[in-house]
């Protein structure tokens, strides 16, 4: 919304829609917050019957609130053609997210070991991870008060947004986001089909104490890791909306297809490298990063399969609720997490599996989602997707990589100690694959300067003779 008005120069308009929505989105995030923290004991012990999760979602709870106010924030800047600032808070949350978990589930494991506490803690490290990235933009917010107040200034005068009233505002705003809503309703929902059915399958061939082990491996450490990488890919898939909706009003299509071209490339040039990464790397990483409790490499790697598929459903999301297909991206989540239900009750169940057949559950479940998504894409966009650029390069820089790198590591780890060998194998994977990236010339010059410091780059890339100067690239 913010993105047609502020396209159209009406950015009085574009800043009322932003402060109703501040104060809306605030009430309905202190309500949530309120359910949660009161709510705790009933959730935990009567609806997913597990006791020990109260605490945990008590530590959780606050996040509610930071995320709704963060959200508004966001929405705003990406409105405003501010990608980066969303890019960086985006980045912020998931680093702050990855440290704070380590370290507090790494004290706990020291001090007393205790499952409950150290899943608690881990949630914990999200309200903080959050809290953090909503500090950063409101104080951003306050840097750019200048320029807002010259935007509002230059405003194109426009009763559209000025004379309606804040409750048909708040109407336009609810019209538009329950139903995007909806797919990060059912995302938690596919979270909260782990939660009720891994623990109950597990406990057919184990205990009650290493069925909740297992579950807060799966949910703990495992998913800060596997989630980690989308939250880069995120900033592209976020920064579609806005970008689409604005071409959308200026019936722009050319620069539609350039960006959703350009996003679903850039997700798995992301995602691709990171899942590989993670599955050969999966015990040495959380031996590095988990010294106290490193157990997990199987399921990290189930995990790991997901990645690939989320990023480009999240990019394809974006684009298709630029377009205005709205109910979409719920509609294809919704089978997913059908198909995730069905999976969980018989693949957690296989003892070989465990709580790694729930991550596979969650790959299946992404993976049908995003088939749907871009078959509906595929109807509205006529995209140029080439096999070559899309698929085998990405994958033979992925191999590459992935043979380079482990190679060192096994040379490295024969003669120094295996945190040593994964630090520097990890820096080598990185990179090696940059470089076959450029010299598969993966990207076009056009795609290379939609990179941050993409001219930089491009210049680098020419004195070096990668890219030729002067001549069209082929592809």
């Known amino acids: 919304m913010v993105a047609t008005r502020s396209s159209l120069g009406d950015h009085k308009g574009a800043h009322r829609i932003f402060k109703v929505a501040l104060l809306t989105f605030a009430v309905i995030g202190l309500i949530g917050t309120g359910i949660l923290f009161f709510g705790a004991h009933y959730i935990a012990c009567s609806m997913i019957k597990i006791p020990e999760a109260e605490m945990t979602l008590v530590t959780l709870s606050p996040a509610i609130f930071f995320v709704a106010i963060t959200c508004v924030f966001r929405g705003y ?43 608690a803690g881990a949630n914990f490290a999200t309200t903080i991870a959050t809290f953090s990235s909503l500090i950063y933009l409101f104080a951003y917010y306050r840097f ?18 000025l004379k309606k009233s804040r409750l048909q505002i708040v109407k336009d705003i609810l019209f538009v986001s329950i139903p995007m809503s909806l797919s990060s309703i059912l995302s938690s929902i596919n979270g909260n089909v782990d939660t009720v059915t891994v623990v109950r399958g597990l406990e057919t061939y184990l205990s009650h104490d290493l069925a909740m082990k297992q579950y807060g491996i799966l949910s703990g450490k495992v998913a800060t890791l596997s989630t980690l990488p989308l939250s880069f890919n995120i ?56 010294p106290n409790v490193n157990e997990g490499a199987f399921i990290l790697q189930m995990s790991a399969l997901s990645i690939l598929f989320i ?35 018989v693949l957690v169940r296989i003892p070989a599996l465990g709580a790694a057949g ?36 990405p994958i033979v820089a992925t191999g590459f990589m992935g ?69 069209r690239l082929k592809t």
């Open 77 to 119: 800047f990406n409105g405003k053609d501010s990608l980066k600032t969303t890019a960086r808070s985006q980045s912020l949350e998931q680093i702050s997210k990855t440290i704070f978990t380590i370290l507090i589930v790494d004290l706990v494991a020291m001090l007393s070991g205790n499952v409950t506490v150290m899943a």
């Open 311 to 345: 990023a480009v459903e999240q990019t394809i999301n974006g684009t298709l609720q630029g377009l205005g297909k709205i109910f979409v991206p719920a509609i294809a989540l919704s089978f997913g997490v059908a198909l995730k239900i069905v999976l969980n009750i």
């Open 403 to 471: 043979v380079i790198s482990y190679t060192a590591y096994l040379l490295i780890n024969s003669f120094t100690s295996q945190n040593i060998a994964t630090v520097i194998a990890i820096l080598i994977a990185i990179v090696i694959y940059i470089l076959l990236v450029f010299l598969l010339k993966i990207f076009t010059k056009e795609e290379i300067f939609m990179i941050p410091y993409g001219t930089k780059i491009y210049q680098l890339l020419e004195k070096t003779g990668i890219y030729q100067q002067g001549k």
């Open 144 to 161: 750019r008060r200048k320029d807002l107040k010259k935007d509002l200034a230059n405003s194109i005068p426009d009763d559209t947004y």
């Open 235 to 290: 900033a592209f898939a976020t920064a579609l909306v806005p970008a689409i909706s604005a071409a959308k009003a200026k019936n722009d299509e050319q620069t539609i297809k350039k960006r959703v071209s350009f996003s679903i490339l850039a997700a798995i040039i992301i995602a691709l490298p990171c899942m590989v990464g993670l599955i050969l790397f999966a015990q040495p990483i959380l031996d590095l990063l988990f």
């Open 358 to 393: 729930a991550a596979i559950a969650t790959a299946a479940c992404h993976l049908l989602a995003l088939i749907i998504g871009a078959n509906v894409l595929r109807k509205n966009i006529k995209l140029n997707i080439q096999f070559s650029r899309y698929i085998f390069k």
